[in-house]
């Protein structure tokens, strides 16, 4: 059969057109029901791109450039002009890979001490108009929740804590204009099965590891935008709404109603849920983030931080085969210059435990090394959740040992305050041996262990890195110094044998753990974005055009 150059023309738009329709069609019906979720922006960013306004943009943008010229809609030109949109637009946002993000009201970390149950917090920024939350930081769980339309939350009023001089918020999805709900058929829904209705509101309840207090949260989840800033290379500075998954916390048990995060939890897991997930998702930043925790009980955290070529860094191990927190290998730990036989372990990273837990067996043979070398007078102190404290005169010269973890490769991680000391008068201070015993399988490294670090839990790369820092450090060329703000600090009283009797404050992690369940990060890895949904289109198009035209 034989046709001329017209008729190819023509054959080859009509397959064109056919092939987009046919491609919409299977699209609508491979995500409907969830399509909601991301309608927003979905719709502002194709159906409108050719609308009156955006062809006076245009126009307005490129002066030579007439309404004549504009390409008939469902035009090969049309069809062009809309996929070299597309790919430019996606080129600008996997440029942004390398900025660092932090909240609005700063990157800087804050520490209250016993009032707000020993944990680093920070200020976040969310919804439309933008409320302000005071968030405890958890890189041991995934999800982000916050007090809302609250049945049962802790109190929260300024004049309930010391520490503050602001009231704390609480959430409501009907007062944010850029809120939508999650509903039941969503692939994050992990309690969507026993939704009686799958257009309904989904569900959460995440249970946290501190089976004495109950500790939990419940409530459903909403969709919202999170503020934040964004410093890159250049120091250039902008601001980001992102929008992230939230859990809207109506009901609050065990240690959220007794201080412990009264306005809500960070869950910074690699979960596919979490914040740190879903800014890499949506191509603002690496899958990375970096914690600092420094000797004033103060600190910083960046998104997309991946730290710096001389840092320390080892890999994370996989749970049954899956990345469901940060776990690593310990090979060995050294207490002055012995290093321990056989005192390898694994260990969870985790900013949301206040103190350092390791395996019983491991514990016994560190703390009695430690006993062997340090030389103070050992002591029974009531009321302190440390078996080894000691007891010495101010004017004595203490000889406290170092406490080593040694990684693969040889990489060293020093903890540079290991003990806890108490001031008791003008003449003695007793210090404790920061460690507990656990019964658990693996370890739980704290944040008390992290101090004088800037760690970097890099999911892209699957490795924690750290590298001693002062806790200023944006970059290795940029500088943040963000207020904080007022009175922030607060005594710090000494800690309670039932606050921390048992590793606190994490949750949603690895199943070994006996925690909750995290079938939610699993079935996440199919979250519906802009980025992954337009990409794939215009990565499908250039193909179908590349087999039409040559």
Avoid at 25 to 36: E, H, L, Q
Avoid at 291 to 319: M, W, Y
Avoid at 375 to 392: D, K
């Amino acid at each position: 059969m034989h046709c001329t150059n017209t008729c190819l023309h023509a054959m080859a738009e009509n397959r064109l057109l056919s092939l987009l329709v046919f491609m919409a069609i299977c699209f609508c019906f491979a995500f409907d029901g969830s399509i909601g979720v991301v309608g927003l922006t979905f719709s502002s960013k194709l159906i409108n791109r050719f609308s009156d306004e955006a062809k006076a943009l245009w126009i307005s943008r490129n002066r030579n450039v007439s309404l004549d010229s504009w390409p008939k809609r469902n035009s090969f030109e049309y069809f062009q002009l809309l996929l070299g949109s597309d790919l430019k637009r996606q080129r600008m946002k996997l440029g942004s890979h390398s900025q660092l993000l932090f909240p609005v009201q700063g990157s800087e970390t804050f520490f209250f001490g016993n009032e707000l149950d020993w944990l680093h917090y920070t200020w976040i920024d969310i919804g439309t108009p933008n409320v302000s939350f005071l968030v405890a930081l958890d890189a041991g769980s995934d999800l982000l929740w916050v007090p809302c339309d609250c049945i049962q939350c802790a109190p929260l009023s300024a004049g309930y804590y010391s520490s503050l001089e602001r009231d704390l918020s609480q959430y409501s999805p009907s007062l944010s204009s850029t809120s939508r709900h999650l509903s039941c058929s969503h692939q994050l829904c992990e309690l969507g099965p026993n939704c009686k209705n799958l257009q309904e509101p989904c569900p959460y309840i995440a249970t946290y590891d501190d089976p004495a207090a109950n500790t939990s949260s419940s409530g459903f989840l909403v969709e919202d935008t999170l503020h934040l800033d964004s410093v890159s290379e250049n120091a250039t500075r902008r601001r980001v709404q992102a929008s992230v998954i939230i859990g809207c916390g109506r009901k609050q048990s065990g240690g959220y109603l007794d201080g412990a995060a009264p306005d809500g939890v960070m869950g910074l897991g690699p979960g596919d849920i979490s914040v740190p997930s879903l800014l890499a998702k949506a191509g603002l930043v690496r899958k990375s983030f970096s914690l600092c925790f420094d000797e004033n009980d103060c600190g910083r955290i960046f998104f997309g931080d991946q730290g710096h070529a001389s840092q320390k860094s080892t890999p994370f191990v996989p749970i049954q085969g899956n990345y469901i927190t940060y776990f690593v290998e310990v090979e060995s730990v050294c207490v002055g210059n012995s290093c321990l036989k056989q005192s390898g372990f694994k260990a969870a990273i985790d900013s949301g435990s206040s103190f350092t837990f390791l395996p019983t067996e491991v514990y016994n043979k560190i703390v009695l090394e430690f006993d062997k070398q340090v030389n103070a007078q050992r002591i029974s102190y009531e009321g302190v959740p440390w078996n080894y404290c000691y007891n010495s005169s101010s004017q004595d010269s203490i000889d406290i040992p170092a406490l080593r973890l040694h990684f693969l490769m040889n990489q060293s991680f020093i903890v540079h305050n290991p003990k806890y000391s108490i001031s008791q008068n003008q003449k003695f201070t007793m210090f404790c041996l920061a460690l507990q015993p656990t019964d658990l399988e693996f370890g739980i490294i704290g944040q008390n262990y992290m101090t004088g670090y800037r760690v970097v839990f890099d999911m892209e790369n699957l490795k924690l890195g750290w590298s001693n820092s002062n806790c200023q450090d944006a970059s290795d060329k940029t500088e943040v110094n963000l207020a904080p703000p007022p009175n922030a600090k607060s005594p710090n009283p000494l800690p309670t044998n039932e606050q921390h009797s048992i590793p606190s404050k994490h949750a949603i992690a690895p199943a070994v753990a006996g925690r909750t369940s995290s079938k939610a990060s699993a079935a996440s890895h199919h979250i519906p974005s802009l980025l992954h949904l337009t990409s794939s289109l215009v990565l499908l198009l250039n193909s179908c055009l590349f087999v039409l035209w040559t």
